[in-house]
């Protein structure tokens, strides 16, 4: 095994895409259209995107379109969001905290916990929950 990139079912990918972006500061690496005649490194208003890739330093993930990915794979979930936590290791996550704090919904304040991590998890627009983390100094 070499990598693990989560494909998440969103409603809308360009929304998606833009908050990704616009607030946690990850790259648009590529989006497809519903045509699939190609992929685009900028999202163009006037399409109706189905998939995107973005990358946010060693941090990749994938969004698809709820329906396009049950073509793709069936009808595997009920509703969009996870029964999973996205858990992100970042340098600073002090500095992380502050910025996102007032744009996005926190689910669990700044804490260190019990096994020496200094975290927090907030909800991103589609319910997926993300975790953001530094380990304490020793």
């Known amino acids: 095994m070499q990598r693990l990139t989560p494909n998440m ?3 809308d990918v360009a929304k998606s895409s833009a908050f990704y972006r616009d607030v946690l500061g990850f790259e648009l690496l590529m989006a ?4 699939k005649s190609g992929f685009d490194t900028d999202l163009d208003g006037s399409k109706h995107y189905i998939w995107a890739m973005l990358k946010h330093g060693g941090v990749e993930v994938m ?3 709820d329906t396009s990915l049950k073509e793709d794979v069936g009808d595997f979930f009920s509703t969009i969001g996870a029964s999973i936590t996205l858990y992100i290791n970042v340098e600073d996550v002090e500095v992380y905290y502050h910025a996102l704090q007032e744009n996005v919904a926190i689910v669990k304040p700044l804490e260190t916990t019990w096994y020496g991590m200094r975290e927090f998890y907030m ?3 589609n319910g997926y929950i993300l975790a953001f983390a530094t380990q304490e100094a020793v």
């Open 32 to 35: 497809v259209a519903e045509e």
């Open 63 to 65: 969004l698809q379109e």
């Open 123 to 125: 909800r991103d627009c």
């Open 9 to 11: 079912a969103v409603k």
